[in-house]
């Protein structure tokens, strides 16, 4: 079982920068994809980023060119610098892993941080 911790959220005005960290509780050794999503008020819950452990990367397209993902293998933790930032960015980031063993994947989710963009 791994566990997700999530920091880094806060507020924050339009045109500024949030770095968020999510810190795994076990290294997993398996194919596997990291991510973040995000769930703003009356909203379904969408992806924003995503990096597997092979290092591709993924953007939605709202956020590409302002937000990067990154991982540091070493201390089971990934990253979502987010820079010129929006009100519409407004919502609480989870972060996610998914570990691919054959034909099961196993999903894990961070408990959620808020991050709120004043304009």
């Known amino acids: 079982q791994v566990q997700l911790v999530e920091s880094g959220g806060g507020l924050v005005q339009a045109g500024g920068s949030l770095r968020l960290s999510c810190a795994a509780s076990?290294?997993?050794?398996?194919?596997?994809?990291n991510a973040w999503y995000r769930q703003a008020p009356g909203k379904q819950r969408e992806l924003v980023a995503s990096?597997?452990?092979?290092?591709?990367?993924y953007y939605a397209g709202s956020v590409k060119g302002r937000f990067s993902i990154s991982r540091d293998n070493a201390k089971n933790t990934i990253y979502l610098q987010m820079n010129s930032l929006k009100p519409e960015d407004t919502a609480v980031y989870y972060c996610?892993?998914?570990?691919?063993?054959?034909?099961?994947?196993?999903?894990?989710w961070g408990q959620g941080t808020q991050v709120t963009v004043s304009d």
């Open positions: 990096v597997s452990s092979g290092g591709d990367a």
């Open positions: 996610n892993l998914k570990e691919f063993l054959g034909y099961v994947t196993r999903e894990y």
């Open positions: 076990a290294t997993t050794f398996n194919a596997n994809t």
